[in-house]
Every structure is written in C-alpha cells, then in structure tokens.
C-alpha cells in the first residue's frame, strides 16, 4: 500500500479574515465557496435576526451588559451598529435618556435574555468562522487528480 501525501494546506489569508469580520459569511466567498459562505452567513445572521426579533432591539447594550458585549461584539459591525440604534436611535424608557426620538419597548425577564444569548451564540460562530477563514485549509487539486 503506497503512503498516503498529505493534500491539505493551511494558507494564512487576512484580507479573507477581515471580510468575515466585517459581514458573517463573507470571508468565505473570498476563498471562492459560496454554499459555505451562505449557510454560515445565513446562520450567524438569522441567529442575530432571531434574538432582536425575540427580545428587541435592546438585547445588544454595550453599556448596561458589557460581558455579553463582548461575545456579541465578535458580530463585527453589526452588533455595534445595533448598540448605536439601542443607545442613539430606539432609547429604552429608564436608561437615562431624554430626548425626542421614539423610545423602545423594553423587553422583560426571559425574553430579553434569550435574544442576548440569541446574539452572543451569533458571535461565538461569527469567532470560530474568522479564524477558520483566517487560517483555511486549501487543498491541493493537482494531486487529486493524480492517479
């Protein structure tokens, strides 16, 4: 039995790394696969759709819930574009703010801290799919064909 050649490398690629920071799912277009690209990205996004819809859009405050900030920070942009809509745009009544703009309806109890689990699961998958497009395996297609 001849000894098997390992055909899978592991590239370094920080332009794909950053992509997948900046949107769930797109650093894997950068590496040319699209059906992974879409079922991560669909996931991470659904996942944070699902907790906003679930708890509102004051499940991600990096004020009043900094350790769970961090897990939901992972999001990249999104989770603070969220913060900045929860602090600036849909204030909750009770958090200190005054001002004209049309207030939130705070979530309560179980609800609000599903969406906020909802969004921090989002970012710990959004983490593990930066490092694997950081650090993506590529395997060797000319030794495959090899007969």
Known sequence: MPPQTDTQ??????LAGL????????????????????????????LIFF???VGGINVVDRANDGWWF????????????????????FPTPGAG??????AATPSLAKVNEVGTLSVAL???????AILDCL????RDRREERAP
Do not use: C, K, M
């Open 9 to 14: 490398r592991e590239v370094f690629s920080p």
């Open 19 to 46: 992509l997948a920071v900046l949107l769930p799912g797109l650093g894997y277009l950068a590496h040319g696969e699209r059906q992974r690209a879409l079922l991560v990205g669909g996931g991470i996004l659904g």
């Open 51 to 53: 907790g906003v819809l």
């Open 70 to 89: 961090l897990l939901q920070g992972a999001n990249g942009p999104i989770a603070f574009l969220l913060d900045y809509l929860h602090r600036g745009v």
């Open 97 to 102: 703010h005054f001002s004209s703009t049309p």
């Open 122 to 128: 989002a970012g710990l998958l959004n983490a593990i």
């Open 135 to 138: 650090f993506h395996p590529v």
